[in-house]
């Protein structure tokens, strides 16, 4: 990824290009698992995503912090870029887990899962796109609020069913202790989710 340009600062696209990052990462976790099986090569690509996040994400910072003018409140930007950036690195943490508890296949609960993570990064990726002209797409923007906060209710469903499910049919301590953690990590995924579309649904509210 290129740096961004100090001219003319487009810092609604600064939104954008951190949660095309993030929805790639959650396509990319997707994709590792399509097959039911866990392709640890294509979990690696993540660190990739997450490196690439990181390193825009202080760009961003820099650009903001010798800013004159800004069009929302210096800390509403940082707030916005640091969510997104947050939502990218439970991503990476999801990955993590995978490879370091030696987690081979898929279940029930993390193909829902992972469902649902690459949804809400694909409806945070339109929330972004949307507030580009946020004074004209409130209704567009609230419609991607509403869908965002839909599927964090939907992951807790899913949390609340999985642990449930595990719990009535494992045995195995081990077992259980890695699915519990892994299935918080992807919970706390949707929640970060939920969070960068709360913060924006702040923002909106204070210029409306």
Do not use: W
């Not at 099986?37 to 912090?65: P, R, S, T, W, Y």
């Amino acid at each position: 990824m290129g740096k961004i340009s100090r001219k003319n600062v487009d810092y609604f696209e600064m939104f954008v290009k951190s949660a095309s990052i993030a929805r790639d990462a959650g396509a990319k976790l997707k994709s590792s698992l399509a097959d039911a099986e866990v392709n640890i090569e294509e979990l690696k690509q993540i660190k990739d995503l997450e490196h690439a996040g990181d390193i825009h994400f202080h760009e961003c910072l820099k650009i903001i912090d010798v800013a004159f003018i800004t069009p929302i409140d210096r800390s509403d930007l940082v707030a916005v870029l640091n969510g997104i950036e947050n939502v990218t690195d439970s991503i990476e943490l999801i990955a993590n887990s995978f490879f370091n508890m030696c987690i081979t296949s898929s279940s029930e609960g993390i193909g829902k899962f992972i469902v649902l993570v690459e949804q809400a990064c694909e409806s945070l990726l339109k929330l972004m796109a949307e507030l580009k002209l946020f004074k004209k797409n409130i209704g567009n923007i609230n419609a991607a609020i509403v869908e965002i906060n839909r599927l964090e209710e939907e992951g807790d469903k899913v949390y609340r069913e999985s642990m449930r499910s595990m719990f009535e049919s494992e045995t195995d301590a081990i077992t259980i202790i890695k699915y519990k953690e892994l299935y918080q990590l992807f919970e706390n995924a949707i929640d970060g989710c939920e969070d960068v579309a709360d913060t924006v649904e702040n923002i909106i509210v204070s210029k409306t």
